[in-house]
């Protein structure tokens, strides 16, 4: 298992926390929880809240959103004609919808939030500006990067990784609707364990489904750790941007006092 360095300076990070920079990342599918509307505006606020509890501490906190409680690009592309790049061009445009409805919650509650987007939309959100981001993010502001990469056969995984890795940002964490990884799985076996702890190897010979191979690839060679875990039990976002135990911690492992070494 590779350690996990850290990515800058480590004195400047808040005292009870692990972090001083996370990504956090949002899946549509979390996003809308068990509404059968795309949207559950109660998990919205429970996001937003957390958010804001630990950027009171000094953690500056990042995310990126996913699409696919709107729309999901493979599961169209062949539909009347929708050639794969078009329908993924619509997946990236549900992501910034997500993302100006998590802004505006945040907002409402007050913490300055921007959205950058990875392609033009000039009328509605920032463009993707690396630098900008940063600075941001220094001035306690909370930052969502909307539309992935800008290109299509991606995924907002694969955006997650990669802006973490622009931003110095120190690890993933992945919000999702289980409580991790599983060596089999729970709703079939209920035997299933969840695991504490992977390499990225194991998540790759494995073909375990916790991200996209370019994902998790682009974290393993940038040692970026990844946290995947239950956004629906109240405190776990918190813990988790706090680098706190919850769920299942990939590319480093937790220390005795059940944080991240
Ligand atoms: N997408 C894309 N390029 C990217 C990110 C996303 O083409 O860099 C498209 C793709 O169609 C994807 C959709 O946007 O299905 C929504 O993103 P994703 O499936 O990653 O969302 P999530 O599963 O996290 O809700």
Request: proline content about 3%; glycine content about 8%; charged content about 20%.
């Amino acid at each position: 298992m590779s350690s996990f360095q850290l990515s800058m300076n480590e004195s400047s990070k808040p005292a009870s926390s692990r972090w001083r920079r996370v990504l956090l990342k949002v899946s549509g599918e979390a996003l809308a929880g068990d509404q059968l509307q795309n949207i559950d505006p109660k998990i919205t606020m429970a996001i937003a809240r957390e958010v804001a509890s630990v950027t009171r501490l000094g953690i500056e906190v990042a995310l990126v959103v996913g699409g696919g409680n709107i729309f999901r690009g493979s599961s169209w592309a062949g539909c009347s004609g929708l050639d794969r790049s078009s329908a993924d061009y619509i997946g990236m445009l549900a992501t910034v919808m997500n993302a100006i409805f998590l802004q505006a919650t945040m907002e409402s509650i007050g913490i300055p939030t921007r959205v950058q987007t990875a392609f033009r939309m000039s009328e509605v959100a920032e463009p993707y500006i690396r630098r900008r981001a940063v600075r941001h993010l220094e001035k306690g502001r909370v930052v969502i990067f909307a539309a992935g990469i800008g290109n299509p056969f991606f995924t907002t995984d694969t955006a997650a990784a990669l802006r973490c890795a622009e931003i110095n940002a120190e690890v993933v964490l992945k919000a999702t609707n289980v409580d991790g990884v599983f060596d089999d799985d729970p709703k079939l076996n209920p035997e299933a364990r969840l695991l504490d702890t992977l390499t990225y190897q194991e998540v790759i010979s494995k073909d375990l489904s916790v991200m996209d191979m370019t994902a998790i690839t682009l974290c393993q060679e940038n040692n970026i750790p990844v946290v995947v875990f239950n956004l629906n039990k109240p405190g776990n976002i918190e813990k988790a941007i706090k680098g706190e135990k919850v769920g299942t911690l990939i590319g480093a492992t937790w220390n005795s006092t059940m944080s991240i070494t």
